[in-house]
């Protein structure tokens, strides 16, 4: 899911009138710098931003976004619809576990990108859900006792004869199918699944995830 970035006030308010017009939950931006104008505009046409968190740079200590201490201390007095896109797989790469990011951005999350690996404080490719340390099903019951009711973006970014196998996996669930019932199905029995009946997987490298919500309660229970 790409960022998306303005110049000027024009040129934002350019994003958001098009964000407006295609009905868009929100925008995610790394453009801490333009909070100002980012603020008005939420105002104005009441759509919210997210700050999205990629990974730590090594050599650009000036690249701070990656750090949720650092966001919260940028979003924290801003309006409400202005918070994170919290990314988990970027949290991990950069030495941050999870769901410690969600606890201390807590009413302050926009969205999420979801991503399981397998171990913290590496640069490694996403992992199948319930086979790393990411601690999906912690991270989903923390978000649910937060009252979180943004958009998750399901996503692994890897093998794509696995990814299409993880979309069935969980519309099975969602639909009663002939895995709802296995014991790998069982793996966050807390929950429930909401996800859309058709989903559609584009090859394009810039289309990798699926939307889900967790809303009245309901969330993403295993994969």
């Known amino acids: 899911m790409e960022s998306w970035a303005g110049a000027d006030e024009a040129e934002w308010r350019q994003i958001f009138e098009f964000a407006k017009k295609i009905g868009l939950y929100g925008i995610t931006t790394e453009s801490v710098n333009q909070l100002d104008i980012i603020e008005k505009l939420v105002k104005e046409f009441d759509i919210r931003v997210g ?9 650009d200590a000036n690249y701070k976004v990656w750090d949720p201490n650092y966001v919260l201390s940028v979003v924290k007095d801003r309006d409400k619809r202005i918070g994170a896109c919290a990314d988990t797989g970027h949290w991990a790469t950069s030495g941050i576990k999870p769901l410690d990011g969600i606890k201390l951005l807590r009413g302050h999350i926009i969205s999420l990108h979801l991503k399981e690996r397998t171990e913290i404080g590496k640069q490694l490719p996403d992992a199948v859900y319930g086979t790393g340390v990411s601690n999906i099903k912690g991270i989903l019951d923390e978000l649910k ?10 996503e692994y970014e890897n093998n794509w004869t696995i990814r299409c ?3 069935r996996n969980a519309l099975d669930l969602s639909e009663g199918g ?11 029995p807390t929950a429930q699944t909401s996800f859309p009946r058709e989903c559609s997987i584009a090859r394009d490298k810039n289309t990798r995830s699926l939307q889900s919500h967790i809303r009245n309660g309901n969330a993403l229970r295993s994969i």
């Open 145 to 154: 006792k937060q009252g979180f009711e943004g958009n998750i973006s399901i």
């Open 178 to 188: 002939p895995r709802a019932g296995s014991k790998k199905a069982q793996a966050f």
């Open 165 to 167: 196998r993880m979309s």
């Open 51 to 59: 700050i999205h968190e990629h990974a730590r740079r090594a050599n």
